[in-house]
């Protein structure tokens, strides 16, 4: 089992910045890949970003390339989503979550844990 606990989240202007994170407990961190997905009111959940177990490679669905940075510490068994360039439409709850696959998956259903997800609202 892995224990998964977002924080971080919070209410930004347009065009501003903010930073969540993931606290995992329970297994060896660096056996998992991690994922960000976001769910916005009345939308399904999507993909956000990947990072692989070292933190050497990652993955950024179009919509937030070059404005989002996923980023990890094994050593801190956290996993971090730096959002800068906010828009509104960034509005959603942020979920992290972790799984076993060394490949790069953007499907949910490949993911094993989940955390309970941190609020990020963007006004314009």
């Known amino acids: 089992q892995v224990q998964l606990v977002e924080s971080g989240g919070g209410m930004v202007q347009a065009g501003g910045s903010l930073s969540v994170s993931c606290a995992a407990s329970?297994?060896?961190?660096?056996?998992?890949?991690m994922g960000w997905f976001r769910q916005a009111p009345g939308k399904e959940r999507e993909f956000v970003a990947h990072?692989?177990?070292?933190?050497?490679?990652?993955y950024y669905v179009n919509s937030v390339k070059g404005r989002f940075t996923v980023s990890r510490d094994n050593a801190k068994n956290t996993v971090y989503l730096q959002m800068n360039g906010l828009k509104p439409e960034d509005t959603a709850v942020y979920y992290c979550?972790?799984?076993?696959?060394?490949?790069?998956?953007?499907?949910?259903?490949?993911?094993?844990?989940w955390g309970q997800g941190t609020q990020v609202a963007v006004s314009s």
């Open positions: 979550a972790a799984t076993t696959l060394t490949v790069v998956t953007t499907e949910e259903m490949m993911y094993d844990y």
């Open positions: 329970g297994r060896t961190f660096s056996n998992y890949a």
């Open positions: 990072i692989n177990w070292s933190g050497g490679s990652t």
